[in-house]
């Protein structure tokens, strides 16, 4: 079956908003998605119909135990993860990486060495450059080009020493859109013996996530992200998990897959991360071409590949309209022949605009999108903009339609005309 866009949009109750008799137009996805039917619908029966805290030995603990075997399975087959016990979960990515920066850290001495890059969200910055500050440690950065939207992979060549314990890396940039290629990234890494972390929160929402391609040791991404509620979920090689010290108290378990989880378990936020995989793995099996009894992993992939096709053409459609705007830049990749490196997620910048005005009309125009650093300190400081507002960021998701890609650059053009500027 061809990809069915209404057919998909059902699936989010949250698309039905109206603001001035139109639909609200979600833009603001790299910041946090709108939630699938099938999280909604897991959350509610986790609340409902066995809502009791874990490890006791009546009925509703057990079935809540069982719920929450059951989002570590569905978590393992999205990543591609070699067992459930690889799987946690956290409150969101930034936390997660605190909570591992600390435990990784231990194994750290003052001098040793870990490189950090200028395309990342800060969430995997300034963990870093503070155990870097604590530990005594050495911090590298493999830098990227403004011109080619690219890491420059010679930088990571002298970047990396025998003293590099850990690279940094993200699988997609929150603010250029660029997919980088961590695989290689970690084949150099590991040659001189160093930890790879992936943040995969901006190429979760739009790629099939395979941590054995990837060549990583930790991944983590965001469940409101990728159609689920505000969690997240990481993945680390047992091996590393199993040997690292957490930070918790006497009385918790240190057995996986709950050795680096504080407190009780938010079981429905599991169940409802759970419940956005099903809705890649419905998509797969819908729209993706798999065969009847497929795999749930095999249904992932193909859902995710359907959505990557998709999202592909919205991209394209919206850089095409913004390359026609006089004195604009789209701060990414842009050629047709590129858009396969990069998510959906566009930033653009037009000079002599402050880009929270333009993020103010948009969004008295029903559109919601988001200006300014975007938590990406790093890469819109070597941008140049960080002075200057930032960026203004649009980020269409499998979900959208090309209609709305149109009426937002068509709520470009009045912005432009009632706020002129004699450089464009």
């Avoid at 249904?299 to 095409?320: F, P, Q, S, T």
Wanted: net charge neutral; charged share 25%.
């Amino acid at each position: 079956m061809s990809y069915d866009v209404e057919r998909i949009r059902a699936e989010f109750p949250g698309l039905e908003r109206m603001q001035g008799g139109q639909r609200t137009v979600f833009f603001d996805n790299p910041a946090g998605s709108q939630i699938a039917r099938r999280a909604v619908d897991r959350m509610v029966e986790a609340m409902t119909s066995a809502n009791a805290n874990l490890g006791g030995l009546f009925e509703t603990s057990i079935e809540a135990g069982a719920r929450v075997r059951e989002a570590h399975a569905a978590a393992a087959d999205f990543v591609n993860a070699t067992s459930p016990d690889e799987i946690f979960f956290g409150q969101s990515m930034t936390a997660i990486t605190f909570t591992l920066s600390r435990a990784i850290g231990r194994e750290f001495m003052a001098g040793d060495e870990i490189v950090l890059t200028r395309m990342d969200h800060d969430g995997n910055v300034t963990p870093w450059l503070m155990l870097a500050e604590d530990r005594g440690l050495k911090v590298h950065w493999l830098d990227f080009s403004p011109e080619t939207f690219e890491y420059d992979l010679e930088s990571l060549g002298r970047a990396l020493s025998p003293r590099t314990r850990l690279v940094a890396v993200n699988h997609a940039s929150n603010v250029t859109g660029t997919v980088n290629d961590v695989a290689e990234i970690a084949r150099r890494a590991k040659s001189v013996g160093a930890l790879v972390y992936v943040d995969a929160v901006q190429s979760a929402p739009h790629l099939p996530i395979d941590v054995q391609t990837l060549g990583c040791d930790v991944l983590v991404c965001s469940a409101y992200k990728f159609y689920g509620p505000h969690y997240a979920l990481a993945w680390g090689r047992r091996e590393l998990l199993e040997r690292l010290t957490a930070y918790k108290v006497r009385a918790a378990s240190n057995a996986l897959p709950f050795k680096f989880v504080n407190g009780t378990t938010n079981r429905e936020a599991l169940a409802g991360i759970r419940g956005a995989i099903e809705h890649f793995e419905w998509i797969g099996r819908n729209f993706g071409g798999v065969v009847a009894d497929a795999t749930r992993r095999a249904a992932i992939v193909a859902g995710a590949n359907a959505m990557r096709d998709y999202d592909r053409g919205l991209a394209k459609r919206l850089i095409d309209g913004l390359s026609a705007v006089p004195g604009l830049r789209v701060l990414g990749l842009a050629r047709e022949t590129d858009l396969s490196r990069r998510v959906p997620t566009v930033s653009f910048d037009l000079p002599g605009h402050d880009p929270a005005v333009i993020a103010r009309f948009m969004a008295a125009s029903g559109i919601n999108l988001w200006s300014g650093h975007n938590y990406g300190v790093e890469p819109v400081t070597r941008l140049g903009l960080l002075e200057k507002g930032g960026v203004v960021r649009v980020g269409p998701t499998h979900y959208n339609t090309g209609a709305e890609i149109d009426r937002f650059l068509e709520a470009l053009d009045r912005y432009r005309v009632s706020n002129s500027k004699a450089d464009l």
